[in-house]
């Protein structure tokens, strides 16, 4: 591992520089990314700021996400890739032939990271990797503009439910009120951010919260969405976002699940749990995440899906 003022220091080297996140990109991999970006081309660098599923519709809002480019990577030789909020390179997968010769700085918060870059820096006990970005853009000696704040806001204030989850420390609210001084409004990214909802996105949950089943015990509340539901609400894969939480939010519930048919038929599966370490069931399954928040693919038909997690779940709560 290495430390910020080494990769400040290796940065500062760079003419180019590739930045981007993990595919199904959230709030903190968008709002880092655009950080990160305009804080080096201040530095002089020639940037790329790059999502691989594009920018969701609620962060378009921000300054800076018309420069990012989607879904074809323009170029493949860089001075540099910085990769943010990724945990492994498979959620890099559709770019990572084409990125894996150039020198990789890896920087993120998830535990389950597999150091995948030339130059590494995790911090697990950071809330969102926009916290890492806040304290490397403080070693660049990058002045914090309000276009960068804004950026950060949202970045710090997606990982931690606005400012509500157990990951949120001291710190959090330190550089929280830093982006407040340099002219961060809450009370108008909140709303955007959190209450929000395209229709297809209500008509969504709406399909979600027909499938709810709870065990027996009360333990384990999941939901299925299929193909058909998605085609016929018209949703896009980011009106998904916080869906889950319906299952998790149950009183008495540990984990709430969430399986989903992707298009190629495999099927996508989601865990949020109120103290159950969910990152170790997807790890099972070949996937990752956080200690409440972890997900995983599976192979199978959604009948063998829900049969397999449900079995593995239920072996996790009775410990
Ligand atoms: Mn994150």
Known sequence: MNSLQEIAEFLQTCHSVLV???LSPDGDSIGSTIAMGLALERLGCKVTMFSIDGVPERFRFL?????IVEHTLPETVYDCVLVLDCADHFRLLPIWEQIKDNRIINIDHHSTNELFGDLNYVDHKAAATGELAFALLEELKVPLDFTIAESLYVAISSDTGSFKFENTTTQTHIIASKLLAAGVNPGLITPKLFDLRSTAALMLLKKALCSLKISADGKMAWMVLTQADMQETAAKEEDLDGLI???????????????????DGTIRIGFRSQNI????????????????ASGCSLSSSLEEATEIILTAVREEISG
């Open 63 to 67: 300054s800076g996400s018309e420069k």
């Open 245 to 263: 939480n319906y299952a998790k939010n149950i009183e008495g519930v540990e984990v709430g699940i969430l399986f989903r048919e992707q298009k």
């Open 277 to 292: 370490d969910v990152s170790k069931i997807a790890s099972k399954f070949g996937g990752g995440g956080h200690l409440r």
């Open 20 to 22: 981007t996140a993990h």
